[in-house]
């Protein structure tokens, strides 16, 4: 359920592994103008920011609906510009082609673990952005993951579900420390 409208941002709690709102399919978002939704894209930023992640999604704050908000800092955007703080409501993620790469991915809902995850190269991604406007972009590289994974989250799929190899799986300071090489994907 919607909090009623503030007049002040607010950090929100983050669901942890473990609790049943990760599990569970998101809704779709009715009323992608109504005021609780702008409101929740706010303090969801808020949350974000407070917490230093790339991502979020509405049920790691308590929220089972379809949107997540993203950001792509500078020094991830692979030669590109950063890509500043988004809003995706109700996204649809489609593949474009087969090639998959494996990838460190961590999550707020995860604190201090992090794991190789596989997942798609390119995508496509729709749906609607905060002021209503649609979003179609086909995005590919650390934007393509990080996409893949908060809306991993609207399906009640965390990236521990999506991995291949274990020994790929640990606390953040430790597989930083030994930074052990990934090896290429070869799935189609």
Request: glycine content about 8%; some cysteine; hydrophobic content about 50%.
């Amino acid at each position: 359920m919607l909090r009623a409208n503030y007049d002040f941002m607010a950090i929100l709690k983050i669901a942890r592994m473990g609790h049943p709102v990760l599990l569970a399919p998101a809704q779709k978002v009715v009323d992608p103008a109504a005021p609780e939704v702008t409101r929740l894209i706010a303090d969801m930023a808020e949350t974000l920011a407070d917490a230093g992640g790339v991502g979020l999604a509405a049920p790691q704050v308590h929220e089972s609906l379809r949107l997540f908000i993203y950001k792509v800092p500078a020094a991830r955007a692979e030669g590109a510009d950063e890509i500043p703080l988004t809003a995706v409501i109700n996204p649809v993620v489609t593949p474009v082609g087969t090639e998959i790469a494996l990838g460190w991915e961590g999550c707020l809902s995860i604190p201090g673990l992090r794991a190789a995850v596989p997942r798609f190269e390119r995508i496509r991604l729709t749906g609607i952005a905060a002021d209503g406007l649609p979003i179609e972009k086909e995005v590919s590289g650390f934007e393509a993951r990080v996409v893949q994974h908060e809306a991993d989250h609207l399906d009640g799929v965390l990236y521990t579900m999506r991995m291949s190899d274990f020994r790929f799986f640990g606390f953040n300071e430790e597989t930083m420390r030994y930074e052990l090489p990934l090896p290429k994907v070869r799935m189609a």
